[in-house]
């Protein structure tokens, strides 16, 4: 008798998988819009995206597939989505199977979204030289860059000028602080975080020195890296506690430049206990939601313009593989089809300091401010600038260590 | 014979009737979360056997899973839970990127190079929880899980401090070893030869070493009685030392397959979770090599497959994970209850009796 109510529990859900099976030709078809790109062999545009972290972060890689989402909207094309492709994550998954599977589901181009990807994205490019594909944050079509790879006629590069971002950043950082101390939640170190952690520095020195007035001395900045772009347990360090290290230090402001919302979550827990703190969380517009009330603002990337106008010129069979580093739309940071790099203004900043910071943005924006001038030097003293010497993008780009006036380590060799 | 086949059909049968439910109850589960069933197991099978690229791919799965099958295997036999498999996977990787790094030899030196160094590294990092546990007194369990922290510790440091990329400092890993190191590649099918015939030797080593040696009778008395084995004459200690070095071996080598033949750089995650899936595989299999080695192939095949759920179906990457959970977890509850039945019909011929 038990044996026979078993085997009937058993077969349910067997019955149910078939009565599944029977009616499991309702996937829906998403909508298209009027204007559907219909490429060569008459199927509609198809983006490859190959995300390293979640699609879900509310940071980069969530960033990444909204760009993408943009652009493949206008132009009625598809997506093949694949997150959390790492060594950790995904550890029997490489680049190149991924971009074969993604060509052979009828991908027209393939956007690898890492700096991590480098590897696994050079060799995909070398395997299908008739695909078009975007390293994002990569410099391999940068003909003057370091990396470049000429024989590589498909891979091209996108980049926000983040720079501008994150001196945003530090500015309204500087501005807010009452203890004068700042720290920087760092990824991994290598020549674009030792860049933006560079920038952030820029801009809290400038706001805290020229707005402020106040003593260079008096301001505290450090970064402590956690190892990778995001929190791997037993791997890296793990964010959460790293912040909590920060306020116990006395910081009362963290700029993140991870790619979750370690931060900016911490930090608003930490405000609800009654502390007086402040997060700059980054990457993606709406992170400051995740805790409104202690958010001084979040420098973004709005990927969706030039993942755009890639998509369009794959469309066109006008693809180049070009290097593409891409400022603000400066007449409006914030506007979603123009700027490659915005930046939005929390709750948690005051009044008066939303208006000195739109005066900086201004600042930057009609070239008056402009931070990579020198005398700059480097923690050790050496210089990266001499008296009035302004930065080459070679020099910003890869950025050999951090300033003097930061706390921290900078992997330099 | 044929009370002998019977017997066999016996004892099969509840794995062959748990591994179809347990695909059930995944495809329910996936299901549930709008993903049609016979889609999912076409997309799943062919995913990873639809080309021969795709049976490279799990062939290059299934041979570092089944080289940690049949080094668990040696130590379940000895009756040791040599939890520590994940940290002796990693000392071999450390050991043979080691070589790949600073040997500067003929490609075929070194790589021979770094199987030795990979099979020494993971030797040595058994031997050690060997010496904890025989002459220690230290549980295997915790001794391999302390041992295997401490190896994860070991690349992180690499990685991040004297094999780092130049001016970089991420958890992502080392610099690419130089290309002709590489374990060679058959570019038709994806495939490394020499890791997937290590995979197979081991098995087959690992069988034969058990079923028809005189080391292997001895470690199976080791295993099933320590002071009865003592009793007969069997240096018990020596041989569970010898079990411990033999599968810390094969745990290198799988170690040594993972940097040369699939990452081809020492990442901190080298280990890929393979020393875990394989102790759940063994434990499926009853401890025997002959039918972990299929099982292996079944998960390398869900584990490759299930990346086509995320690409064709647009499912949550951590879908393909909960899948192989619950097939693990409903293969292990299919095989529990078959042997509860069992027992129930054993007392009640004894009470007939």
């Not at chain 1, 052979?104 to 393939?110: H, K, S």
């Not at chain 1, 206990?273 to 997060?279: C, D, F, L, P, Q």
Request: net charge negative; hydrophobic share 50%.
């Amino acid at each position: 008798m038990r044996l026979k109510r078993v085997i009937l529990l058993m077969l349910a859900p067997a019955l149910l998988l078939l009565g599944a099976a029977c009616s499991s030709d309702d996937e829906a078809a998403p909508a298209t819009p009027a204007v559907a790109a219909t490429m060569a062999d008459g199927e509609p545009l198809k983006i490859g995206m190959i995300l390293v972290g979640p699609r879900d972060d509310r940071g980069w890689s969530q960033a990444h597939l909204e760009g993408a989402q943009y652009a493949a909207n206008a132009l009625g094309g598809e997506l093949i989505v694949i997150d959390k492709v790492n060594p950790a994550d995904s550890p029997n998954v490489t680049i190149p199977q991924v971009v074969e599977d993604m060509i052979e589901q009828g991908a027209d181009l393939i956007f690898a979204t890492s700096d991590d990807m480098r590897d696994g994205i050079l060799e995909a490019a070398a395997l299908f030289p008739d695909v078009p594909m975007i390293w994002a944050s990569g410099d391999n079509a940068w003909a003057d860059g370091k990396g470049h790879r000429p024989d590589l006629a498909n891979l091209g590069n996108i980049m926000g000028e983040m720079e501008y971002g994150k001196m945003i950043a530090g500015c309204a950082a500087a501005l807010q602080s009452e203890s004068g101390q700042i720290s920087y939640l760092g990824p991994l170190v290598n020549d674009e975080t030792r860049r933006l952690v560079n920038s952030t520095y820029l801009g809290a020195r400038h706001c805290w020195t020229e707005v402020r007035g106040n003593d260079v001395t008096d301001l505290a900045f450090n970064v402590t890296w956690i190892g990778f772009w995001f929190n791997i347990p037993g791997v890296t360090l793990d964010p959460t506690q790293v912040v909590n290290e920060f306020h116990a230090n006395g910081t009362d402001v963290i700029v993140s430049g991870i790619d979750t919302t370690e931060a900016i979550v911490r930090t608003g827990q930490v405000a609800a206990e009654g502390r007086t703190v402040w997060a700059v969380p980054y990457d993606y517009e709406a992170a400051c939601d995740q805790a409104p009330e202690v958010c001084l603002g979040v420098p973004y990337f709005h990927w969706g313009p030039s993942y755009l106008e890639t998509a369009r010129a794959v469309v066109d069979g006008t693809f180049a593989p070009t290097f593409r580093w891409i400022g603000p739309d400066w007449s409006d940071i914030n506007n979603p089809d123009t700027t490659a790099i915005g930046f939005l203004k929390g709750d948690g900043l005051t009044e008066e300091n939303a208006e000195l910071l739109d005066t900086f943005i201004a600042g930057l924006a009609d070239g008056s401010i402009s931070l990579w001038q020198g005398p700059l030097n480097f923690q050790d003293g050496s210089p990266l600038l001499a008296a009035g010497e302004t930065a080459t993008p070679l020099q910003i780009w890869y950025m050999p260590a951090l300033l003097q006036g930061i706390e921290g380590a900078a992997a330099a060799n | 014979m044929i009370t002998r086949a019977a017997e066999t059909l016996g004892t099969l049968a509840p794995r062959l009737i748990a591994v179809p439910v347990a695909l059930a109850v995944g495809l329910l589960l996936l299901w549930v979360a709008d993903a049609p069933p016979l889609q999912t197991l076409r997309l799943l099978i062919e995913g990873s056997l639809g080309s021969q690229q795709r049976i490279g791919d799990t062939l290059m799965v299934w041979a570092p899973l089944a080289l940690a099958c049949a080094a668990l295997v040696v130590t379940f036999t000895a009756g040791l839970w040599n939890i520590g498999v994940e940290g002796q996977i990693v000392a071999g990787a450390i050991a043979a990127t080691w070589v790949a790094r600073e040997l500067s030899a003929p490609p075929a030196v070194v790589m021979a190079s770094m199987l030795v160094a990979g099979t020494a590294g993971g030797a040595a990092w058994a031997g050690l929880l060997g010496v904890l546990n025989v002459r220690g007194g230290v549980h295997e369990i915790f001794g391999g899980l302390g041992l295997t922290f401490v190896a994860t510790g070991a690349v992180i440091y690499l990685v991040l401090g004297p094999w780092k990329r130049a001016g970089v400092a991420s958890t992502s890993g080392t610099d690419l070893f130089p290309r002709e190191v590489w374990f060679p590649t058959m570019a038709a099918l994806r495939v490394s030869p020499l890791a997937v015939g290590l995979g197979v030797i081991a098995v087959v080593g690992v069988f034969l070493l058990l079923r028809r040696t005189r080391f292997g009778l001895r470690l199976r008395a080791t295993g099933q009685g320590r002071a009865a084995a003592a009793r007969l004459g069997v240096p018990t200690e020596r041989y569970l030392m010898y079990a411990f070095l033999l599968s810390g071996a094969l745990a290198g080598i799988a170690g040594a397959v993972l940097v040369g033949a699939q990452h081809h750089k020492l990442v901190p995650s080298v280990s890929g979770g393979y020393g875990f899936l394989g102790i759940l595989v063994v434990l499926l299999a009853s401890y025997r090599i002959h039918w972990a080695a299929p099982i292996a192939l079944f998960f390398a095949i869900i584990a490759n497959g299930s990346v086509q759920l995320q690409l064709r179906l647009d499912l949550h990457s951590s879908l393909g994970g909960v899948f192989q959970g619950v097939l693990v977890l409903a293969v292990l509850l299919a095989g529990g209850w078959q042997m509860r039945r069992a027992r129930e019909r054993d007392r009640k011929a004894a009470a007939r009796a």
